[in-house]
């Protein structure tokens, strides 16, 4: 395949590489504590969409009727938000090089492919 990419001191997997090219992580970027707060960041935009989601929406749907276009939109928006931050914590837990980047790079994934069915099922519900 190749040898590891070497920056510095340590060595970098061909894994690694990919993943770095694939979310678009600079050659230099240093690796830094931030990936954690990120994390929580990030952890805390997919709670509060699956909270108005799944609990709010639900509930002031008979209150107030948001049929007409309004929950597809809301949910597209609030799925946009909540997969930008997922993206942009797995570029910082790459760049940080952080011990459970791999963990985080799968949960995340299979979060993104759940908002893309999500999303195909609000823009047919739109359409």
Same mark, same amino acid.
């Given at each position: !395949? ?16 990919? !993943? ?11 690796? +830094? &504590? ?5 994390? +929580? ?12 989601? *799944? ?13 007409? #276009?309004?929950?597809?939109?809301? #949910?597209?928006?609030? +799925? &946009?938000?909540?997969? &930008?931050?997922?993206? *942009?914590? !797995? ?11 791999? +963990? *985080?790079?799968?949960? #995340? ?19």
């Amino acid at each position: !395949m190749g040898s590891p990419v070497v920056a510095g001191r340590d060595e970098i997997s061909p894994a690694d590489a990919f !993943m770095r090219r694939l979310l678009r992580v600079p050659d230099d970027a240093t690796p +830094g &504590a931030a990936a954690q707060s990120v994390f +929580g960041a990030s952890l805390l935009v997919s709670t509060i969409r699956c909270l108005l989601t *799944y609990v709010v929406l639900p509930v002031l749907k008979p209150v107030v009727d948001l049929s007409g #276009g309004v929950g597809p939109l809301l #949910g597209l928006v609030l +799925g &946009a938000v909540s997969a &930008a931050a997922i993206v *942009y914590s !797995m570029r910082r837990f790459v760049a940080a090089r952080h011990r459970w980047r791999w +963990g *985080y790079i799968a949960i #995340g994934t299979a979060i993104l492919l759940l908002l893309a069915v999500q999303a195909f099922g609000d823009l047919r519900s739109l359409a």
